[in-house]
């Protein structure tokens, strides 16, 4: 089972480094002119491109625009329920965010992740993601993944399907594992 050590031991364990990362990320992305425009969702060979707009469109109104009717289709999935994924919100605070991505759990995490939404390349993944992360929390202190796609510092951004399958299962193992008890690494 993984232990997350508390904000608190976080803060007093880091010191400052954890404000000097988030400030070195957000200098580093610092132009908010520069965000996802494209979301591109791959899965093996085959990859589909939806725009953020349209995106913001069906999280804003739950109605899907014409230009995904097809993919939601194919996927089996209603508009009500990706506008839902979209905009969960999940209450965190800035410097809960700095301070985990600043330990070496959070640091795991964010590798983790970057396989699944990452640039390109795979380039610069940590990084954008790390800016996207506290740009989505810096006003609110929660964060949604349509927040993460509209501060994500690159025009587009890759969510690899097949990544995701495999994280999720990752997860829900580690999941029952704590349910059942299993204390073991």
Do not use: C
Not at 21 to 29: G, N
Not at 44 to 70: I, R
Request: charged share 15%; glycine share 6%.
């Amino acid at each position: 089972m993984v232990m997350f050590p508390s904000t608190q031991n976080w803060r007093s364990l880091l010191g400052s480094a954890g404000t000097l990362t988030a400030f070195l990320a957000m200098l580093s992305f610092s132009s908010r002119a520069i965000a996802a425009e494209t979301l591109v969702v791959t899965y093996g060979g085959f990859s589909a491109s939806f725009d953020v707009v349209d995106l913001e469109h069906l999280a804003a109104t739950g109605e899907a625009p014409d230009s995904m009717q097809f993919y939601l289709g194919l996927a089996n999935l209603e508009p009500e329920t990706l506008q839902g994924l979209l905009t969960q919100p999940f209450n965190v605070s800035v410097e809960f965010v700095e301070d985990m991505l600043a330990a070496p759990s959070g640091q795991t995490l964010l590798e983790k992740v970057t396989q699944v939404l990452h640039t390109e390349s795979g380039e610069g993944s940590e990084p954008a993601l790390r800016s996207a992360l506290i740009h989505s929390t810096v006003d609110d202190a929660q964060l949604s993944f349509l927040e993460i796609l509209q501060n994500y510092p690159t025009d587009r951004v890759y969510l690899n399907s097949r990544n995701l399958m495999k994280l999720t299962q990752e997860i829900e193992s580690l999941h029952a594992e704590q349910l059942n008890g299993d204390t073991s690494p």
